[in-house]
């Protein structure tokens, strides 16, 4: 029974390139959440989603950022023009049901992103 | 401005010692708090919860504490593993959008 899935789990792009995370959620699981940690910080929440809808995206930033969860296949968080403050690590979470508490929620592994 | 605080950003403790773990929130909405713990490398994992409702939840050898008055909680850990070595993050809410403190390193010696 996979886990959360992410990848890749190391991305390094050059100022002004596009990053793009992957996240597959646990089986069954149709919520997904995207969290960016910070050198030194805890995680923030970005966005909330489910299939084919954005639920909360108020933790995004509002511009080069965006997320979309497609009805097949991966959760994906897109960043555009990446600048050297985006290097971070992405972490992605999924859960049965978005009503519940937060120990629903089932993490992955991360994307370290690194830009030079 | 940080809402949930994590005062301490390591603690070294020796193998069976009791390990306290301690964070503050400024938030009084909060009504829902967690504990993750993550390895190097890898993403959080769900410790232990407890609601504002409660001032104690005990899970095996992991008990939190939440003192509501002084806006505080704190995780023990009794008795400490070298297992147990990770970065514990507290986090608090009162959705589904939780607000994570910065955490804390807990070393534990053999």
């Known amino acids: 029974n996979a886990g959360v899935m992410q990848n890749p789990r190391h991305l390094v792009r050059r100022r002004g390139q596009e990053a793009r995370l992957r996240c597959s959620p646990m089986?069954?699981?149709?919520?997904v959440y995207w969290y960016r940690q910070l050198p030194e910080e805890g995680l923030k929440f970005m966005v909330y989603?489910?299939?084919?809808?954005?639920?909360?995206e108020s933790g995004m930033p509002k511009e080069r950022f965006s997320a979309e969860f497609p009805k097949e296949g991966p959760s994906i968080l897109r960043i555009q023009q990446v600048v050297r403050g985006d290097s971070a690590a992405y972490f992605c979470?999924?859960?049965?049901?978005?009503?519940?508490?937060?120990?629903?929620?089932?993490f992955g592994p991360g994307t370290r992103l690194t830009v030079l | 401005d940080q809402q949930v605080k994590q005062n301490s950003p390591s603690l070294s403790v020796q193998e069976g010692r009791i390990s306290i773990l301690n964070c503050d929130y400024t938030?009084?909405?909060?009504?829902?708090f967690l504990w993750y713990k993550k390895y190097p490398a890898e993403g959080p994992t769900f410790l232990i919860s407890i609601s504002s409702i409660k001032d104690k939840n005990e899970d095996g050898r992991f008990t939190v504490f939440l003192n509501k008055s002084a806006k505080h909680l704190s995780l023990h850990i009794v008795p400490s593993q070298p297992g147990d070595s990770a970065v514990y993050f507290c986090?608090?809410?009162?959705?589904?959008?939780?607000?994570f403190g910065r955490g804390t390193s807990l070393i534990v010696h053999p």
């Open positions: 989603l489910q299939k084919e809808n954005i639920i909360d």
């Open positions: 986090a608090a809410g009162g959705s589904y959008i939780p607000t």
């Open positions: 938030n009084s909405m909060f009504d829902y």
């Open positions: 979470a999924s859960s049965l049901t978005g009503t519940g508490g937060w120990n629903e929620q089932f």
């Open positions: 089986k069954g699981h149709s919520h």
